[in-house]
T-cell receptor, first 112, second 117 residues
Framework: AAGVIQSPRHLIKEKRETATLKCYPI?????VYWYQQGPGQDPQFLIS???????DKGSIPDRFSAQQFSDYHSELNMSSLELGDSALYFC???????????FGQGTRLTVV | AQKVTQAQTEISVVEKEDVTLDCVYE???????LFWYKQPPSGELVFLIR??????QNEISGRYSWNFQKSTSSFNFTITASQVVDSAVYFC??????????????FGKGTLLTVNP
């Protein structure tokens, strides 16, 4: 069965650079979530989309933006990267009729 | 606001011992869902179980079992006859739909389980 695909799996950026993380949800899933997990921390909710509209927002820095496209894939754009942005970024998707979300394998971002 | 507390930061056991991971939650939702995830050193989040607030029936799946008690707001997880491959961080999580939270997950801080040979 198809799973949630995240790309890239690993990313190394320098401070003040920009990064774009991509998430391809399971086919026919209309809701996407982004989570950030810092080293030794629990995953923290950043933002979610339903039918290409932002549905909820968590502790997402102003330097970050995200959107969901017409094919339901989502991108998380991160600008002016800081060392503290180094983390695992997870995407999860679900269909509105099912409360369970499925996680991708994550993107490990390292800011140096 | 929702909150998940995993009081055990780290647990270390010897292989074949049974181990229970504790999880206590807070929510004002009448309908909510509880989850356990396993995160091995490779980093992916592995789904283990989901329970909804209407179903307090405990469950056993192989060496895993779960004890959901609404009266004490607890959702504990037991591994029987632990194995080295069980070594991982285990997260308890909660989701609901109050205030448009859209079933996003609130995680506990995680419990690092180390199973020694």
């Amino acid at each position: 069965a198809a799973g949630v695909i995240q790309s890239p799996r690993h990313l190394i950026k320098e401070k003040r650079e920009t990064a774009t993380l991509k998430c391809y949800p399971i086919p026919r899933h209309d809701t996407v979530y982004w989570y950030q997990q810092g080293p030794g921390q629990d995953p923290q909710f950043l933002i979610s989309f339903y039918e290409k509209m932002q549905s909820d927002k968590g502790s997402i820095p102003d330097r970050f933006s995200a959107q969901q496209f017409s094919d339901y894939h989502s991108e998380l754009n991160m600008s002016s990267l800081e060392l503290g942005d180094s983390a695992l970024y997870f995407c999860a998707s679900r269909t509105i009729r099912n409360t369970e979300a499925f996680f991708g394998q994550g993107t490990r971002l390292t800011v140096v | 606001a929702q909150k998940v507390t995993q009081a055990q930061t780290e647990i270390s056991v010897v292989e074949k011992e049974d181990v229970t991971l504790d999880c206590v939650y807070e929510t004002r939702d009448t309908t909510y869902y509880l989850f356990w995830y396993k995160q091995p050193p490779s980093g992916e989040l592995v789904f283990l179980i989901r329970r909804n607030s209407f179903d307090e029936q405990n469950e056993i799946s192989g060496r895993y079992s779960w004890n959901f008690q609404k009266s004490t707001s607890s959702f504990n997880f037991t591994i029987t006859a632990s194995q080295v491959v069980d070594s991982a961080v285990y997260f308890c999580a909660l989701s609901g739909d109050s205030g448009g939270s859209n079933y996003k997950l609130t995680f506990g801080k995680g419990t690092l389980l180390t199973v020694n040979p």
